[in-house]
Nanobody
Framework: QLQLVESGGGLVQPGGSLTLSCAAS????????IGWFRQAPGKGREGVAC????????HYGDSVKGRFTISRDNAQNTVYLQMDNLRPEDTGIYYC???????????????????WGQGTQVTVSS
């Protein structure tokens, strides 16, 4: 059974950092593009960062460029999102998602992956 399990969310002050993890199981991990999406209260889901199956290409949403870094460890079936210089507007539920059909750019722009995790809450507040 395919599973995507996010962890690492929490409460952090503005300017702080968090690292999210997405642990995958039940499918051929390295064949899938993985993305991080977020949904703020009252807003739609947006693509934050996506990475290709090999890890050789990636795409970031404009609002997080230069502050967030996505990486993956295919030996551990895990994708990470390092979030630095966090802002209150980064608050939301962060979801991990997988797609075998598209690459990093299209996954982030379409927000239409085949599989979703359950999400982890990130709150940036003083």
């Amino acid at each position: 059974q395919l599973q995507l399990v996010e962890s690492g969310g929490g409460l952090v002050q503005p300017g702080g950092s968090l690292t999210l993890s997405c642990a995958a199981s039940g499918f051929t991990f390295a064949s899938n593009t993985i993305g991080w999406f977020r949904q703020a209260p009252g807003k739609g889901r947006e693509g934050v960062a996506c990475i290709s199956g090999s890890g050789s290409s990636w795409h970031y949403g404009d609002s997080v460029k230069g502050r967030f870094t996505i990486s993956r460890d295919n030996a551990q079936n895990t994708v990470y999102l390092q979030m630095d210089n966090l802002r209150p507007e980064d608050t939301g539920i962060y979801y991990c998602a997988a797609s075998k059909a598209v690459g990093a750019y299209r996954l982030c722009e379409s927000a239409n992956p085949e599989y979703w995790g359950q999400g982890t809450q990130v709150t940036v507040s003083s």
